[in-house]
């Protein structure tokens, strides 16, 4: 199977034992592993894909349990190197009782945004089939360097570059060098994925529709997705455009759906690349990508609700 490189974060997110508490009232917390590239490259190898994450960790406790949980996941480690001054980034995060998401980032800096050029493992991003990345390893140096170092050589070596947005706005210094950052790389990107909360923050309109998301097409695109959480995600392609639902169920913690869906997405382009060109063919697969997204959502956590084949199958079936 074609290899899918995962560019970017891992990190342990700290989240309270007890729901609806603030950062200050939470008793306790359990550590849920994330950092999205990541949650991506494990979603590839739990539908049966080949991934790579490629990054730096803390040489701490912390970064050697994550590239573990990598190992024992199969996604490969090749690309992960190990920074002995810098920790593992740490994220504490909760869901307070009026809905809002409160985030402590402790990256001051942390091993992922010291990652130079020079540490890519540059043989490992020429080989794969696809190369994905979000918007946080544009937000510093070294990493940002490294970030467009890693981009460059897989556009080179005829990789389809995958960019899954993934905006953190209290990690930028501006919602301005946010835009302008992440719109300076939009013409690498071969497919690229933005929610609707995003889509509304790079285009400045709230309303969610075609014209507001062609406005972000360009011919370099071959598939823009808008997805838009309960209610699936709208397609864009050069010769086709529409919407697929995604399939009811309890959500219970929406971290990591959009993880689950771009990681089922790209599994099944490896596969056959004519998806991209062929409408019924797309849409089945983004239906298994929401399906997938949607079971990410029915427990606490991430990488442990990320679905197998068969249980995003199933799911499809109840429909
Ligand atoms: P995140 O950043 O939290 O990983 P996202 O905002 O990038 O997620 P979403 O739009 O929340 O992405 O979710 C991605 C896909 O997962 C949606 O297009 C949808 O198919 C599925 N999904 C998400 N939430 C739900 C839900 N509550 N019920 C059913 N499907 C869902």
Redesign the pocket.
Known sequence: NGLIACFGEMLIDFVPTVSGVSLAEAPGFLKAPGG?PA?VAIAVTRLGGNSAFIGKLGDDEFGHMLAGILKQNKVSVEGVNFDTGARTALAFVTLRSDGEREFMFYRNPSADMLLTPEELNLDLIKSAKVFHYGSISLIVEPCRSAHLKAMEVAKAAGTLLSF?V?LREPLWPSKKEAKEKILSIWDYADII?V????LEFLTGSNKIDDETALSLWRPTIKLLLV???????NYYAKNFKGH?D????D?VD?????????GALLTKLVEDESILEDEEKLKKVLRF??????I??TNKG?IPNLPTEDQALALMKTI
């Open positions: 999205a949650n899954d993934n994925k929610s609707d909360v995003e997805t838009l959480g309960k209610d699936g995600c697929v995604s399939f009811h169920v959500a929406t971290t990591g759906a959009g993880d689950s869906f771009v990508a929401c399906a997938c997204g949607a990410t959502t991430v």
